[in-house]
């Protein structure tokens, strides 16, 4: 059984910065198509980067240059590092794990959501202020 369990989130101010960590159980990460989603209140889930196992990597425009996916397959470990940060990033963080993906699903993965990945964590709160 799958297992993912997300840390890292916080509050900070605006142009700030914060680390998010998935310690993923249950899997070979090396052969998983990973991501990370967000939903702020209100307002459906979104896509905000997706890695395939190969390292090759996807990002919503909004988070373009600023954050960055990265995973570390032998602790089962999976990474965002945001930057740069702007209120409207705020929200709770998922990290998803899914079926191996190639660029046309990594875009699909991001366009609805994250509909189609397998296993979910329980999330991590981001909280970005003025």
């Known amino acids: 059984q799958v297992q993912l369990a997300e840390s890292g989130g916080g509050s900070v101010e605006t142009g700030g910065s914060l680390r998010l960590a998935c310690q993923g159980s249950?899997?070979?990460?090396?052969?998983?198509?990973m991501g990370w989603f967000r939903q702020a209140p209100g307002k459906e889930r979104e896509g905000v980067a997706v890695i395939a196992s190969d390292g090759s990597t996807t990002y919503v425009d909004s988070v373009k240059g600023r954050f960055a996916i990265s995973q570390d397959n032998a602790k089962g470990t999976l990474y965002l590092q945001m930057d740069t940060l702007k209120p409207e990033d705020s929200g709770m963080y998922y990290c998803?794990?899914?079926?191996?993906?190639?660029?046309?699903?990594?875009?699909?993965?991001?366009?609805?959501?994250?509909?189609?990945?397998?296993?979910w964590g329980e999330g991590t709160l981001v909280t970005i202020s003025n």
């Open positions: 249950g899997y070979t990460s090396s052969s998983y198509c």
């Open positions: 998803a794990a899914g079926p191996p993906c190639n660029p046309t699903r990594r875009w699909a993965l991001l366009k609805r959501g994250g509909t189609g990945m397998d296993s």
